[in-house]
Each structure stands twice: as C-alpha cells, then as structure tokens.
C-alpha cells in the first residue's frame, strides 16, 4: 500500500506564491509520473502539471510560465512551485503518484487566492 501526504496548501493573496509537496510512502517500488491536479467548486478535476521519471514536464496552459512542478526521487516527492496566483487558481490541489500499474491520490490540500 502507498499513502501520500500533501502540504503546503493555504491562503494567499492575489500575486503571491504557494509551494505544494507530496511525499509518498509505504510499498514504492518505482514511480512513473508524478503530477497535481485540481478541483473547483462546482467544477471537474483537471490536470495542472504532471513530470514523467525522465523529467519530461507538462503543463495546463492556464499555469504555464506561473507554476513549476518538479520532483525528488530520492525522497519520493513532488512539488508544485505557484508564483502569481490568481483568484482562479482557487481549488482543492491533489496530488498523484503512478507507481507500477497503480494510481495513488493524495486527499488533496486547499488553495484560496484572495483578491
């Protein structure tokens, strides 16, 4: 079993930065990609950015040039670096671990954007 751990989330205004991580534990034999989503309210989860074991980066172009995800394999972590928020960015931000076969979420860190 794996379990994530997300930190990191909080309240912020308008223009600041958040920095998210997740770190996982448990039976990890190896992560493929590693990625955060997010949900609104009233809205779907969606992809914000997700980076293969090579490093290879994907980004949702609503957050492109604004947030950076990377990672540690060492620590089996990832983090999601958000400069400039926006009221918008506002959501419950998750965080998943491909590990084998498997996919594992975390339960998701709160980010509110003030404005």
């Known amino acids: 079993q794996v379990q994530l751990v997300e930190s990191g989330g909080g309240l912020v205004q308008a223009g600041g930065s958040l920095r998210l991580s997740c770190a996982a534990s448990?039976?990890?034999?190896?992560?493929?990609?590693m990625g955060w989503y997010r949900q609104a309210p009233g809205k779907q989860r969606e992809l914000v950015a997700v980076?293969?074991?090579?490093?290879?980066?994907n980004y949702a172009d609503s957050v492109k040039g604004r947030f950076t995800i990377s990672r540690d394999n060492a620590k089996n972590t990832v983090y999601l670096q958000m400069n400039s928020l926006k009221p918008e960015d506002t959501a419950v931000y998750y965080c998943l671990h491909q590990v084998g076969p498997m996919d594992y979420w975390g339960k998701g860190t709160l980010v509110t954007v003030s404005s």
């Open positions: 980076i293969t074991s090579g490093g290879s980066t």
């Open positions: 448990g039976s990890i034999f190896s992560i493929n990609a």
